[in-house]
T-cell receptor
């Protein structure tokens, strides 16, 4: 069956430009998570959605980062005025269970390079 | 404060020899502990989890981990490495009191030498 998909798989952008990263979760999964994997930093939690609402935004690193989820399905992570330190792999995961990491299914990630 | 530490950023073993990937956590609360594996260009895959049942946890692909509260450790082991085990491994901790917050280690890159 279809897993979590993310697009684009790779994105190269210039410093100062805005980017949008998309996540298509597994159908029926109510929970959706965004993570960032930076070189030498490990995985970093960004934001968690339950349905269309985001009860936990604690991981967003700055106000340049925002995310939304519509129809309880697709989510978009937007980074405004990108900086070089935003370069990372952005991972999305979905889960049928609220808050249980072991039931999270991860997408392949979007590799973002900010020049 | 809660945190998780993977003590080795890189581990290299010969095929057929044992694997040990170390993970320590710090917390005042009882943790749930997980190991994930990430193969190149693939998503994260759950290897095993500890959630306050048996302290020795068996996972997929012959991996296991032992929760040692006195040492605040959850090291990942495998008796005999295969070439297909070469990947990045992440130790993850969550705590009931932290809600949906999960703490990831920085990862250990495992190389298997033929």
């Amino acid at each position: 069956g279809a897993g979590v998909s993310q697009s684009p798989s790779n994105k190269v952008t210039e410093k100062g430009k805005d980017v949008e990263l998309r996540c298509d979760p597994i159908s029926g999964h109510t929970a959706l998570y965004w993570y960032r994997q930076s070189l030498g930093q490990g995985l970093e939690f960004l934001i968690y959605f339950q349905g269309n609402s985001a009860p936990d935004k604690s991981g967003l690193p700055s106000d340049r980062f925002s995310a939304e989820r519509t129809g309880g399905s697709v989510s978009t992570l937007t980074i405004q005025r990108t900086q070089q330190e935003d370069s990372a792999v952005y991972l999305c995961a979905s889960s049928p269970d609220r808050g249980r990491i072991e039931t999270q299914y991860f997408g392949p990630g979007t590799r973002l390079l900010v020049l | 404060a809660q945190s998780v530490t993977q003590l080795d950023s890189h581990v290299s073993v010969s095929e057929g020899t044992p694997v040990l990937l170390r993970c320590n956590y710090s917390s005042s609360y009882s943790p749930s502990l997980f190991w994930y594996v990430q193969h190149p260009n693939k998503g994260l895959q759950l290897l095993l989890k500890y959630t306050s049942a048996a302290t020795l946890v068996k996972g997929i692909n012959g991996f296991e981990a032992e929760f040692k509260k006195s040492e605040t450790s959850f090291h990942l082991t495998k008796p005999s490495a295969h070439m297909s085990d070469a990947a990045e491994y992440f130790c993850v901790v969550s705590f009931a009191v932290s809600g949906n917050q999960f703490y990831f280690g920085t990862g250990t890159s495992l190389t298997v030498i033929p």
